[in-house]
């Protein structure tokens, strides 16, 4: 059985820090390009950040460059999200995203909360 497990999410204040993480398993997890998206009230779900499935970072949306990062442990089977600097504007529900290299498979976490606020 597929499962994505999120988990790191919570209130913050702005300036400060949270690491999201993904647990995966059920499938070959190193075949798998993995993605954080999020999806503030009201708005459409936007990709965060994506890895290659061999460690490479492919991109991330603009108004998180620089204060986001996502990396990934093959041997753990999870995905991060290292956030600083938040923003209000960042206060979204996160979530997880695998997709198989030949982009036929593809599975989603349940998400997590991520609230901005002072």
């Known amino acids: 059985q597929v499962q994505l497990v999120e988990s790191g999410g919570g209130l913050v204040q702005p300036g400060g820090s949270l690491r999201l993480s993904c647990a995966a398993s059920?499938?070959?997890?190193?075949?798998?390009?993995m993605s954080w998206y999020r999806q503030a009230p009201e708005k459409k779900r936007e990709l965060v950040a994506t890895?290659?499935?061999?460690?490479?970072?492919?991109n991330y949306t603009d108004s998180v460059q620089g204060r986001f990062t996502i990396s990934r442990d093959n041997t753990k089977n999870t995905v991060y999200l290292q956030m600083n600097s938040l923003k209000p504007e960042d206060t979204a529900v996160y979530y997880c995203?695998?997709?198989?290299?030949?982009?036929?498979?593809?599975?989603w976490g349940p998400g997590t909360q991520v609230t901005v606020s002072s």
């Open positions: 995203n695998a997709r198989s290299y030949d982009a036929k498979s593809e599975y």
């Open positions: 059920g499938f070959t997890f190193s075949t798998y390009a």
């Open positions: 890895i290659s499935r061999f460690g490479v970072t492919l």
